[in-house]
C-alpha cells in the first residue's frame, strides 16, 4: 500500500528547496557582475543541489525505516554543507533555501515508516 500524497509532503518541500537553490545558484554562476561567476564554488553548490534534488526524489520513495533514516543523515549533511557554502558566496538565498529544505527533512522525518494495519479478531 502506497503513503498518501500528504505523508510525502516533507520530501516534496525538500525537492522544491533543492531545485531553487540550484537555479540561485546557475543564476549566480551564469550571470555576470554577480561576483561568482564561473566559480568552482558556484558550480560546487550547482552540483550540492542536483544531488539533493536526487536524495529528495529517493526519500519519497523509500519505505525501510534503516534507508530512511542513513539517507535523512545525508540530506542534512547535504543541506548543512550546501548552507555554508551559499552563504560563503555571498548568496543569501541559497541559505534561504536550505533552511526551507531542512523543514521539508523535518516534515518527512515525521512520516512513519510503514502503514499500520488494524489487527484481526
Known amino acids: 500500500m502506497s503513503h498518501s500524497p500528504s505523508s510525502k509532503s516533507g520530501a516534496m518541500v525538500l525537492l522544491v528547496a533543492s531545485l531553487a537553490g540550484l537555479a540561485i545558484a546557475l ?3 551564469i550571470t555576470p557582475l554577480t561576483g561568482v561567476t564561473g566559480t568552482l564554488g558556484a558550480l560546487a553548490v550547482i552540483l550540492a543541489c542536483l544531488a539533493l534534488a536526487l536524495m529528495a526524489l529517493l526519500l519519497a520513495v523509500l ?3 534503516g534507508a530512511r533514516i ?3 543523515i545525508l540530506v542534512l549533511i547535504g543541506l548543512a554543507g550546501t548552507f555554508v557554502a551559499g552563504l560563503l558566496l555571498h548568496q543569501w538565498w541559497i ?3 536550505m ?3 531542512l523543514f521539508g527533512l523535518i516534515l518527512d522525518m515525521r512520516r512513519p515508516s510503514r502503514v499500520q494495519h488494524p489487527a484481526h479478531s
Open 27 to 29: 543564476y549566480a554562476y
Open 63 to 65: 519505505k525501510g525505516r
Open 70 to 72: 542513513a539517507l535523512s
Open 95 to 97: 541559505g534561504v533555501a
Open 99 to 101: 533552511v526551507v529544505g
